[in-house]
């Protein structure tokens, strides 16, 4: 396994359109666990493929609290499938750190994705995991949280990051 680079915002490969992943390979389930490992690492409680510059559709997610058994949950090819109601939560994104905002997401939502045996499967989720399905999925078509805030939110944010990027080694 390895350790794989989080790009950060405004790196312009985030917003790229993830692409299907033809076949669940072992390549691909190398790169599920290089994924999970990276996430795990960060730490974060998700991981979308095109956060580590791979183009397809892919993301992985654990929202287990650090005192609870970890709970990998691997999504390749998702789609959702239902979104209900509205919730707001103060997100954070492994591509903006140090950023958390209130950000409008569904509070319902029933998914369908193949597993990282490439078995296909359905799930429903609220809450929390509502919210990080609809955050990663996003992901997958080069939406940001960002794109959800206000444009002068969206600027601040930007100034801190940059101002950040050019602070570390
Ligand atoms: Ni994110």
Known sequence: MARLEILRYPDPRLREVAEPVAAVTPEIQR???????????????????????????????????????????????PELLER??????????????????????????????????????????EGLLAVAIQHENDHLDGVLMVDKLSALKRKLIGRKLAKQASASP
């Not at 490992?37 to 974060?44: L, S």
């Not at 950000?103 to 429903?124: C, I, N, Y």
Request: hydrophobic share 45%; charged share 25%; glycine share 8%.
């Open 84 to 125: 209900e109601g509205t919730q707001i939560w103060n997100e954070g994104c492994l591509s903006f750190p140090g950023v958390a905002e209130e950000v409008k997401r569904a509070e319902h939502v029933r998914v369908r994705a193949l597993d990282a045996q490439g078995q296909p499967f359905e799930l429903e989720a």
């Open 31 to 77: 790169l599920v666990e290089d994924m999970a490992e990276t996430m795990y690492d960060a730490p974060g409680v998700g991981l979308a493929a095109t956060q580590v510059g791979v183009k397809l559709r892919i993301f992985v997610i654990d929202i287990a609290d650090e005192d609870e058994p970890s709970n990998l949950l691997v999504f390749i090819n």
